[in-house]
């Protein structure tokens, strides 16, 4: 069974910085699109952004509210997604999930169950 | 305020068929595949359609979705008191070069 577990989220003070990690089990991470979507409390889904495969260059996107103050990156030898996030602010308050994205004619989507980070004083 | 624009909510009752509507415009709707998400309460999403009106393995064929220009539809046929989630639309926008998602629908089975 496919697996994605996120873990590193936790408490911040505004300016803050935290690192989030996704260990995924169980599937080709390597030839994944992975992303990062989050979620404030009793809010709806909100995009953070994406890293591809190697082979399609491992670019990265991001949201507008978060570029230049996170950094996605993944490492395919150890099956794990990061998410590094500096100048946390109180509006980055939410569940982190990270999501995969598998195409071979088929479609295969996994998500995580979620990490809460909470930015506040 | 979403860039793709869903109804809040949506209801029906057990059996009967409902849409949620998903509205954009030419840089994403109109020129990406759309992807439909299902949110049931406490849990993370899942993905219910993919490019368009595809259906992962697993997801039952009473869940439909479709496009026409700006705009695309999930149809849920034959419905269920588990059905009751939060349903989510999503595309990529080339103008804004991320990936947009709709406010999301609460689905309520009377």
């Known amino acids: 069974e496919v697996q994605l577990v996120e873990s590193g989220g936790g408490l911040v003070k505004p300016g803050g910085s935290l690192r989030l990690s996704c260990a995924a089990s169980a599937f080709t991470f390597t030839n994944a699109w992975l992303s990062w979507v989050r979620q404030a409390p009793g809010k709806g889904l909100e995009w953070v952004g994406r890293?591809?495969?190697?082979?399609?260059?491992?670019?990265?996107d991001y949201a507008a509210p978060v570029k230049g103050r996170f950094t996605i990156s993944r490492d395919d030898s150890n099956n794990t997604l990061y998410l590094q996030m500096n100048s946390l602010k109180t509006e980055d308050t939410a569940v982190y999930y990270c999501t995969s994205y598998y195409y071979d004619g088929s479609a295969y989507s996994h998500w995580g169950q979620g990490t809460l980070v909470t930015v506040s004083s | 305020q979403s860039v793709l624009t869903q109804p809040p909510s949506a209801s029906g009752t057990p059996g009967q068929r409902v849409t949620i509507s998903c509205s954009g415009s030419?840089?994403?709707?109109?020129?990406?595949?759309v992807y439909w998400y299902q949110q049931l309460p406490g849990t993370a999403p899942q993905l219910l359609i993919y490019r368009n009106n595809q259906r992962p393995s697993g997801v039952p064929d009473r869940f439909s979705g479709s496009k026409s220009g700006t705009s695309a539809s999930l149809a849920i046929s034959g419905l269920r008191s588990e059905d009751e989630a939060d349903y989510y639309c999503?595309?990529?926008?080339?103008?804004?070069?991320?990936?947009?998602f709709g406010g999301g629908t609460k689905l309520t089975v009377l």
């Open positions: 999503a595309a990529w926008d080339d103008s804004l070069s991320v990936r947009v």
């Open positions: 030419s840089s994403n709707i109109g020129s990406n595949y």
């Open positions: 890293i591809k495969k190697k082979t399609d260059g491992e670019t990265t």
